[in-house]
């Protein structure tokens, strides 16, 4: 195959949809060629996620969400590679372990927002800490949890917090502690059912609460 034209090479955002077969080794020779790349958008994509492994160390926002052929440990292979080091956004497909999150927010320090919907937790600890400098958005809706959970969050820059779950199915977090968001605008905490919310400090810029 030829290279690319040098005006593909500056290429910053790339959207690939329906890959399957042909087009999936279409798609990761035309991945492995944009240097240049910022964003890669997978989303609803059938595909076993081969152009995850030529992603450029350029990108800095992955976009998974409806990638259901995406393992675990794949995820993993991503968040802990050091080309990939300065990712900020990085949105999972669901029904992933709720550990995947929390293990990707210790691992990127510059990640800005972390977006896992309908992650689970068989067991553990029933309490979990998130303390990140740089979050600024954090969705962990539709939560499968067989357990008690009561999350403690200490991240002076985040803006958005979305926990809100499915209707009738599970009941979300059992606490939930702010110990650190003094720049939270928004906090989504919509059927939620047995939350027991805690804070002790201002939050001047929160203009809007889902309960």
């Not at 590679?81 to 999150?101: E, F, K, M």
Request: aromatic residues 2%; hydrophobic residues 45%; proline residues 6%.
């Amino acid at each position: 195959r030829a290279a690319p034209p040098p005006a593909l090479r500056r290429v910053r955002q790339l959207q690939i949809s329906q890959m399957d077969g042909l087009r999936a080794g279409a798609a990761q020779w035309l991945v492995s060629q944009l240097t240049g790349l910022r964003g890669l958008d997978l989303s609803w994509s059938d595909t076993r996620l081969g152009a995850l492994t030529l992603l450029p160390p350029s990108a800095v926002s992955v976009n998974l969400v409806g990638c259901n052929a995406v393992s675990e440990e794949q995820v993993r292979a991503l968040v802990t590679s050091p080309g990939h080091a300065r990712l900020v956004h990085l949105r999972l497909p669901g029904g992933l372990p709720l550990a995947v999150a929390v293990d990707a927010l210790e691992a990127l320090p510059g990640l800005q927002t972390m977006a896992l919907a309908s992650a689970y937790s068989d067991g553990g600890a029933n309490s979990l800490r998130i303390a990140h400098m740089a979050l600024r958005s954090l969705d962990l809706s539709a939560l499968l949890l067989n357990h008690p959970l009561h999350l403690d969050l200490a991240c002076p820059e985040l803006r958005h917090l979305d926990l809100r779950q499915e209707v009738f199915v599970f009941e979300g977090v059992s606490g939930l502690n702010l110990r650190c968001t003094p720049r939270l605008a928004r906090l989504d905490l919509r059927w939620n059912s047995r939350v027991r919310l805690e804070t002790s400090h201002a939050m001047p810029e929160l203009t809007e609460v889902l309960l």
